[in-house]
């Protein structure tokens, strides 16, 4: 969510900070804006829309020097316009941010009453506003910086560069992830590796409450004590073909498609050389005295979450809480000893999820996360990570991290569930060799794409569709629902399918769509029961089941997808292809942006 970038460079800066920019359009933004320093003086151009109307714009009106700053906006305070753009400007001082102030209110009210009056509705103008008042009263650009950041209330990632100052940048975090390039002779500033990778692969990231001095030569961090912090410069191998469409239309497809791929790599770095054995990277937990888990996340990660729970309470026979990360924080649930807390987060950075990590931190919970990112705040204040090496993911409706999810938590549970004695080690091993099977068996649920296509068309006309599902199909159903909903804008509810009869069987009738999931599982036969339930009512039923499943069952339906038969371990996964291909061909089908949905961002790191 927003995206910024900042450049202290040796050559013209505007076109290296849009080619950054262009890495950070995943994370959504709906305006754009660069400025820059040259010869002492600053100037800034923005733009509505994406960043091509930005480029155009510096065709007409070209920006030059050496140093300057960028930023992608999702907006949150004000309409996404012009005038509202980033990077703010007051006077000597322009800003970039990423996140909420809290207190503007308070602090436009105080600046009014000075004479600062604000030309825009963001909070941000307020960051640039009042470290122009105190420029102004003679406190140098950093002083001025340093005290403006004192007042704010929020979370906040911000870049400032001052006029006069072509080889001075101020950044700074409090709750919003930001990144610092080490170049020769240069430096840059990025909300994550993947901005700067074609200009560095040193990186240094920022800690909670750090205030960052950068210039070309030097890189002054403070933590939040003021006290001069040694931070950790870091190798990051970001491969830039990872970042590519590699041919295909979007990302979403290419991603999709890499999936086999992606699992192979998750499921070997999980295990022993004979893939004999679940192995985990080194950490102090007793997994054999995990008695209950608390797991908590957003989203898609959410949906991971509710299916692992039947993992670990099936296998492991471990209870199970499962909470969407932005109800769990404010609630403050009593945290027994010896609670074990796992957090689920594509970029490791999703604020709610982060803040639930922080108080189950606080009442001395054992935290475990399961996160792409490793660098990440989630991964770094964890007792154990668990990484999906999955490789960058650029489409916003997650595809391969979602099911890299789903593989690292069940390799988790047939761990915690062999330490505890709850399956031997024939089970153990059995569990390993089914996991094993994902890459192929996913290899060919890909298979289906052409008959999806097809199927879409009519989905593209339906205004309400609905998505059953028993068992640890349930939250299956409701990934597939908001994966259609995401991006191709068609209202779409997940419900479990005993549930229908309790409210949901009203909305049947012959223009609603419902697709059953359905896999031969010992929950068949009463699914089985559910669709003919809606079939009775002139609902319009896609079946997706496998070759058994659709001899048994498919009389009637409108339409049908055949998958390969799977254990029932591997089900959630291998069923999660046809939700994806299903909302992807629904949108092309519909003429939407299946990478950048519209209001959405990739990583959610505000309220």
Same mark, same amino acid.
């Given at each position: 969510?927003?995206?910024?970038?900042?450049?202290?460079?040796?050559?013209?800066?505007?076109?290296?900070?849009?080619?950054?920019?262009?890495?950070?359009?995943?994370?959504?933004?709906?305006?754009?804006?660069?400025?820059?320093?040259?010869?002492?003086?600053?100037?800034?151009?923005?733009?509505?829309?994406?960043?091509?109307?930005?480029?155009?714009?510096?065709?007409?009106?070209?920006?030059?020097?050496?140093?300057?700053?960028?930023?992608?906006?999702?907006?949150?305070?004000?309409?996404?316009?012009?005038?509202?753009?980033?990077?703010?400007?007051?006077?000597?001082?322009?800003?970039?941010?990423?996140?909420?102030?809290?207190?503007?209110?308070?602090?436009?009210?105080?600046?009014?009453? $000075?004479?600062?009056?604000?030309?825009?509705?963001?909070?941000?103008?307020?960051?640039?506003?009042?470290?122009?008042?105190?420029?102004?009263?003679?406190?140098?650009?950093?002083?001025?910086?340093?005290?403006?950041?004192?007042?704010?209330?929020?979370?906040?990632?911000?870049?400032?560069?001052?006029?006069?100052?072509?080889?001075?940048?101020?950044?700074?975090?409090?709750?919003?992830?930001?990144?610092?390039?080490?170049?020769?002779?240069?430096?840059?500033?990025?909300?994550?590796?993947?901005?700067?990778?074609?200009?560095?692969?040193?990186?240094?990231?920022?800690?909670?409450?750090?205030?960052?001095?950068?210039?070309?030569?030097?890189?002054?961090?403070?933590?939040?004590?003021?006290?001069?912090?040694?931070?950790?410069?870091?190798? +990051?191998?970001?491969?830039?073909?990872?970042?590519?469409?590699?041919?295909?239309?979007?990302?979403?497809?290419?991603?999709?498609?890499?999936?086999?791929?992606?699992?192979?790599?998750?499921?070997?770095?999980?295990?022993?050389?004979?893939?004999?054995?679940?192995?985990?990277?080194?950490?102090?937990?007793?997994?054999?005295?995990?008695?209950?888990?608390?797991?908590?996340?957003?989203?898609?990660?959410?949906?991971?979450?509710?299916?692992?729970?039947?993992?670990?309470?099936?296998?492991?026979?471990?209870?199970?809480?499962?909470?969407?990360?932005?109800?769990?924080?404010?609630?403050?649930?009593?945290?027994?000893?010896?609670?074990?807390?796992?957090?689920?987060?594509?970029?490791?950075?999703?604020?709610?999820? $982060?803040?639930?990590?922080?108080?189950?931190?606080?009442?001395?919970?054992?935290?475990?996360?399961?996160?792409?990112?490793?660098?990440?705040?989630?991964?770094?204040?964890?007792?154990?990570?668990?990484? $999906?090496?999955?490789?960058?993911?650029?489409?916003?409706?997650?595809?391969?991290?979602?099911?890299?999810?789903?593989?690292?938590?069940?390799?988790?549970? +047939?761990?915690?569930?062999?330490?505890?004695?709850?399956?031997?080690?024939?089970?153990?091993?059995?569990?390993?060799?089914?996991?094993?099977?994902?890459?192929?068996?996913?290899?060919?649920?890909?298979?289906?794409?052409?008959?999806?296509?097809? +199927?879409?068309?009519?989905?593209?006309?339906?205004?309400?569709?609905?998505?059953?599902?028993?068992?640890?199909?349930?939250?299956?159903?409701?990934?597939?629902?908001?994966?259609?909903?995401?991006?191709?804008?068609?209202?779409?509810?997940?419900?479990?399918?005993?549930?229908?009869?309790?409210?949901?069987?009203?909305?049947?009738?012959?223009?609603?769509?419902?697709?059953?999931?359905?896999?031969?599982?010992?929950?068949?036969?009463?699914?089985?029961?559910?669709?003919?339930?809606?079939?009775?009512?002139?609902?319009?039923?896609?079946?997706?089941?496998?070759?058994?499943?659709?001899?048994?069952?498919?009389?009637?339906?409108?339409?049908?997808?055949?998958?390969?038969?799977?254990?029932?371990?591997?089900?959630? +996964?291998?069923?999660?292809?046809?939700?994806?291909?299903?909302?992807?061909?629904?949108?092309?089908?519909?003429?939407?942006?299946?990478?950048?949905?519209?209001?959405?961002?990739?990583?959610?790191?505000?309220?």
């Amino acid at each position: 969510m927003c995206g910024i970038v900042g450049v202290l460079g040796n050559h013209q800066v505007a076109p290296i900070l849009v080619e950054a920019l262009k890495r950070l359009e995943y994370r959504g933004y709906d305006s754009a804006g660069i400025a820059t320093v040259n010869a002492g003086h600053l100037e800034r151009r923005r733009a509505v829309g994406k960043l091509v109307n930005l480029s155009d714009r510096l065709v007409e009106e070209p920006l030059s020097g050496k140093a300057g700053i960028g930023h992608t906006r999702w907006a949150t305070h004000g309409a996404p316009t012009t005038l509202n753009a980033h990077p703010h400007k007051a006077g000597p001082v322009a800003v970039v941010h990423n996140g909420i102030v809290e207190n503007f209110k308070e602090l436009r009210t105080e600046l009014n009453a $000075l004479g600062l009056t604000h030309e825009t509705d963001t909070d941000t103008e307020t960051v640039a506003l009042l470290t122009q008042y105190y420029m102004s009263q003679g406190h140098s650009p950093q002083e001025a910086a340093q005290k403006t950041i004192a007042r704010l209330e929020g979370a906040f990632a911000l870049a400032f560069l001052f006029q006069g100052e072509d080889d001075l940048m101020i950044a700074a975090r409090k709750g919003s992830p930001l990144a610092i390039g080490h170049g020769d002779g240069e430096a840059y500033v990025g909300s994550d590796a993947i901005a700067l990778a074609p200009l560095t692969d040193k990186i240094t990231y920022l800690e909670e409450g750090d205030f960052a001095v950068i210039t070309r030569s030097s890189i002054e961090i403070y933590d939040e004590n003021g006290t001069l912090a040694n931070r950790e410069m870091r190798t +990051i191998a970001i491969d830039a073909a990872r970042v590519d469409k590699g041919g295909y239309k979007h990302f979403m497809a290419k991603e999709i498609a890499e999936q086999p791929s992606v699992l192979k790599n998750t499921l070997s770095h999980y295990q022993n050389a004979d893939a004999s054995e679940v192995e985990l990277p080194d950490h102090n937990i007793d997994l054999a005295h995990i008695d209950r888990l608390t797991m908590v996340a957003c989203g898609t990660a959410f949906y991971a979450a509710l299916t692992a729970k039947y993992w670990f309470e099936k296998i492991a026979r471990v209870p199970v809480d499962v909470d969407v990360a932005s109800e769990f924080r404010y609630r403050e649930p009593p945290v027994s000893p010896g609670t074990c807390a796992l957090f689920v987060s594509q970029s490791g950075e999703t604020a709610d999820t $982060l803040a639930a990590l922080r108080y189950m931190a606080s009442q001395n919970a054992t935290i475990l996360s399961v996160v792409n990112v490793p660098e990440s705040s989630i991964a770094r204040e964890s007792d154990l990570v668990l990484p $999906l090496h999955a490789g960058v993911e650029i489409g916003v409706a997650s595809t391969k991290a979602f099911t890299a999810q789903l593989a690292v938590l069940a390799l988790l549970a +047939i761990k915690i569930a062999y330490a505890r004695g709850a399956i031997d080690a024939a089970q153990y091993r059995t569990h390993i060799a089914e996991l094993n099977r994902l890459p192929g068996l996913i290899s060919q649920a890909l298979g289906i794409d052409g008959a999806v296509q097809d +199927i879409a068309k009519k989905l593209a006309t339906a205004q309400d569709i609905i998505f059953l599902g028993r068992g640890a199909l349930y939250p299956l159903a409701m990934e597939g629902a908001l994966k259609l909903k995401e991006i191709s804008y068609i209202h779409a509810e997940g419900y479990p399918s005993g549930e229908l009869k309790h409210g949901p069987i009203a909305l049947i009738d012959k223009s609603v769509p419902v697709v059953v999931m359905a896999p031969m599982d010992p929950l068949f036969d009463k699914s089985v029961s559910n669709m003919q339930e809606v079939m009775a009512r002139s609902g319009q039923v896609l079946l997706i089941s496998c070759k058994q499943g659709l001899k048994t069952a498919a009389e009637g339906t409108w339409a049908q997808i055949t998958m390969p038969t799977t254990p029932d371990l591997l089900a959630p +996964i291998i069923y999660a292809i046809p939700a994806q291909l299903l909302a992807y061909h629904t949108a092309l089908a519909k003429g939407t942006d299946a990478d950048q949905p519209r209001n959405l961002a990739k990583s959610v790191t505000v309220e």
